[in-house]
């Protein structure tokens, strides 16, 4: 099956800095990568996704990118603000024909104010 | 709508008692699936369902039953509980699941389960 690798697994910024967090999957099938972001005692929440079809999507401060032939992608946040400190989690999935998410271990960020 | 729902939001048990958690969507979505979140350990798949009257496992199925009677309900029954199934459990659910493009999931608010 799928394995997905997540890195770091904590980050700390100063606010109005950079983040990023990097993951990598195994199965070269696998073409839909959603992020999602839990804030403490909260339910994860969809924040952006990619399709294997692109190799960037953005929104606003937030950013993804995904390198196929290397097999990883990335979050970036940019203009980190205190209320972005949440854990941030990765996940990878085929589509059609999957039906099994595959999820990072989770990264847990820190924006300093 | 409510979106995914779920109950009881804390539940304790005793090793070898039985429960259910409940989960239901309003969103008449076809795909459900369940995940249990360990510290360190990310989110898990235990078992999904693409529409009623369909399960299959996930990742970690041991210990766990499913069912699917309708396109709104999937509960989870833990048959003999045990220490190493105390977790968070979420319940998620989204349009189609991975039939076609994959969408969305959203998630439940979750259930804290503490087996002693």
């Known amino acids: 099956g799928e394995n997905v690798e997540q890195h770091p697994s904590t980050l700390s910024v100063q606010e109005g800095d950079s983040a990023v967090i990097k993951c990598t999957y195994s199965d070269s099938a696998s073409n839909y990568f959603p992020w999602y972001k839990q804030e403490l005692g909260k339910r994860p929440q969809l924040i952006i996704d990619i399709r294997s079809n692109v190799g960037e999507k953005k929104d606003q401060r937030i950013a993804v990118t995904l390198n196929k032939t290397a097999k990883h992608f990335s979050l970036h946040i940019t203009e980190t603000q205190p209320e972005d400190s949440a854990v941030y989690f990765c996940?990878?999935?085929?589509?059609?024909?999957?039906?099994?998410?595959?999820f990072g271990t989770g990264t847990s960020l820190t924006v300093i104010p | 709508n409510a979106g995914v729902t779920q109950t009881p939001k804390f539940q304790v048990l005793k090793t070898g008692q039985s429960m259910t958690l409940q989960c239901a969507q309003d969103?008449?979505?076809?795909?459900m699936s369940w995940y249990r979140q360990d510290p360190g350990m990310g989110l898990r798949l235990i078992h999904y369902s693409v529409g009623a009257g369909i399960t299959d496992q996930g990742e970690v199925p041991n210990g766990y039953n499913v069912s699917r009677s309708t396109t709104e309900d999937f509960p989870l029954r833990l048959l003999s509980a045990a220490p190493s199934q105390t977790s968070v459990y979420f319940c998620?659910?989204?349009?189609?699941?991975?039939?076609?493009?994959?969408?969305?999931?959203?998630f439940g608010p979750g259930t804290r389960l503490t087996v002693l």
């Open positions: 969103m008449n979505h076809e795909y």
């Open positions: 998620a659910s989204s349009q189609s699941g991975g039939r076609t493009l994959a969408d969305t999931q959203y």
């Open positions: 996940a990878a999935s085929i589509s059609p024909g999957g039906n099994q998410f595959y």
